[in-house]
Nanobody, 129 residues
Framework: QVQLVESGGGWVQAGGSLRLSCVAS????????MGWFRQAPGKERELVVV??????????YYGDFVKGRFTMSSDGAKNAMYLQMNNLKPEDTAVYYC????????????????????WGQGTQVTVSS
């Protein structure tokens, strides 16, 4: 059974930075698709960033709101992926989730949360103004 565990959330002032981590059990980082989503109170879960691998190639897709502020990375040896978030804004306040799927997805389907079968428990990020 694949398990994902996030950490690194917390409180930060606007303009600050946080680094989220997601550690997986079950060796899922051979998965072709993995990423981060977030959900703010009263809002739908939305894509932050997703990486789609095809052979030795990979493509990274960011949510429109990211605008160069966030960077996703991974460490296969540690079964971990990371989300570096810089220049945080109050509107970035949300619960952040890592997710993955073992099934292929078309590019236009990468941003749909229901297409991912494995999720972490989430980590809260709060940005104050």
């Amino acid at each position: 059974q694949v398990q994902l565990v996030e950490s690194g959330g917390g409180w930060v002032q606007a303009g600050g930075s946080l680094r989220l981590s997601c550690v997986a059990s079950g060796g899922i980082f051979s998965s072709r698709i993995m990423g981060w989503f977030r959900q703010a109170p009263g809002k739908e879960r939305e894509l932050v960033v997703v990486v789609k691998r095809s052979g030795s190639d990979s493509s990274t897709y960011y949510g429109d709101f990211v605008k160069g502020r966030f960077t996703m990375s991974s460490d296969g040896a540690k079964n971990a992926m990371y989300l570096q978030m810089n220049n945080l804004k109050p509107e970035d306040t949300a619960v952040y989730y890592c997710a993955t799927t073992q099934f292929p997805l078309a590019t236009q389907d990468l941003g749909t949360p229901n297409n991912y079968e494995f999720w972490g428990q989430g980590t809260q990020v709060t940005v104050s103004s």
